[in-house]
Nanobody
Framework: QVQLVVSGGGLVQAGGSLRLSCAAS????????MGWFRQAPGNQRVFVAA????????TYADSVKGRFTISRDNAKNTVHLQMNSLKPEDTAVYYC??????????????????WGQGTQVTVSS
């Protein structure tokens, strides 16, 4: 089992940047594929980005492509989400998640085994 702790959320103006971090403990971090999801009020939790075990392959939701960057540091058991050019529609609670296998479908929440507690990101217009 792996435990995930998310940090780095906050309030930012449109056009600004935030960097989220997800620290893992427990099992070997490099064994897990990592993902970021977000959930806005009244909406389902949706996929944002994912990164494979080595960090060599990433995938993004179309809505964040070119603005967000996922990265990982296996030596520090951490995955990051750098969010630039933030928009009000990026406002949500952001979650990190872990799964064992990189597959074609990285967007389905039920495929992830472990979840962090979430952090609020609010983008003001």
């Amino acid at each position: 089992q792996v435990q995930l702790v998310v940090s780095g959320g906050g309030l930012v103006q449109a056009g600004g940047s935030l960097r989220l971090s997800c620290a893992a403990s427990g099992r070997t971090f490099s064994n897990y594929v990592m993902g970021w999801f977000r959930q806005a009020p009244g909406n389902q939790r949706v996929f944002v980005a994912a990164i494979n075990r080595s960090g060599s392959v990433t995938t993004y939701a179309d809505s964040v492509k070119g603005r967000f960057t996922i990265s990982r540091d296996n030596a520090k058991n951490t995955v990051h989400l750098q969010m630039n050019s933030l928009k009000p529609e990026d406002t949500a609670v952001y979650y990190c998640a872990a799964k064992f296998i990189w597959e074609i479908d990285m967007r389905t929440t039920t495929k992830y085994s472990y979840w962090g507690q979430g952090t609020q990101v609010t983008v003001s217009s």
